[in-house]
C-alpha cells in the first residue's frame, strides 16, 4: 500500500458525493467496466456509485499526479484508491491487497460457521418470510434526497475548482 500526498475533501463531502453511510475508517474507489460505473468499497459492502463526483475527483488527482489504474470503461482495475476516511488520506493499492487491507478493519467471526444444506435452506426460507414489504417512496423525500446530492456535488466541484486554482482545499463553499 502506498500513501499518496494529495488532497482529500473535507468531512463529510467525499463521503455524502458517494453515498457511503456505512461508517468504516477506510473505503476504496476504482471502475467498474461491467456497467461501466464507479465502485465503492468497503470490505463489507461494495456497491455502485455517482460516476460525476467519481470522474470530477479522480480526474483532479490525475492531474495532480496520480499514476494508478483505477479501471475503465474498458478494462478491470488493477489499483484501488484507498481512502483513510478519519485521516483524511489516500493511499492506492493493487486490487488483492485492498481487498484485504478493507476485510481487516472488520471483526473476524471467531469460528467458522458451517450449514448442511438443510440448515441453508431453512434459512433462506426464513428470510424470505420475515422480509419486510418495501415501502412505497415518498417522491417528496426523493426530490429532497436528490437536491441534497446535488448540492454535495456542487460543493465538490468548488472544492476542486479551489484545488485547482491552488487555494486552501479547506475554503468552505457552502452557500
Not at 486490487?95 to 473476524?108: N, Y
Amino acid at each position: 500500500m502506498k500513501d499518496l500526498r494529495l488532497p482529500v475533501p473535507p468531512a463529510p463531502l467525499l463521503e455524502e458525493c458517494f453515498g457511503y453511510t456505512n461508517g468504516a475508517r477506510y473505503m476504496a474507489l476504482y471502475w467498474e467496466p461491467t456497467g461501466d460505473e464507479a465502485m465503492v468499497s468497503d470490505g463489507s459492502i461494495i456497491y455502485t456509485s455517482h460516476y460525476r463526483p467519481y470522474q470530477n475527483y479522480i480526474g483532479i488527482l490525475q492531474r495532480m499526479g496520480l499514476e494508478a489504474d483505477l479501471g475503465s470503461s474498458e478494462q478491470v482495475a488493477s489499483d484501488w484508491l484507498v481512502v483513510d476516511l478519519q485521516e483524511r488520506k489516500l493511499m492506492i493499492a493493487p486490487v488483492m491487497e485492498a481487498r484485504t487491507f478493507l476485510d481487516k478493519q472488520w471483526p473476524a467471526p471467531d469460528s467458522p460457521v458451517y450449514f448442511t444444506s438443510e440448515d441453508l435452506e431453512t434459512l433462506m426460507e426464513n428470510f424470505f418470510e420475515n422480509l419486510p414489504e418495501p415501502d412505497e417512496p415518498d417522491p417528496g423525500d426523493m426530490t429532497k434526497q436528490l437536491r441534497d446530492l446535488e448540492g454535495s456535488w456542487a460543493e465538490l466541484e468548488c472544492w476542486i475548482a479551489n484545488v485547482k486554482m491552488d487555494l486552501d482545499p479547506e475554503i468552505s463553499c457552502a452557500t
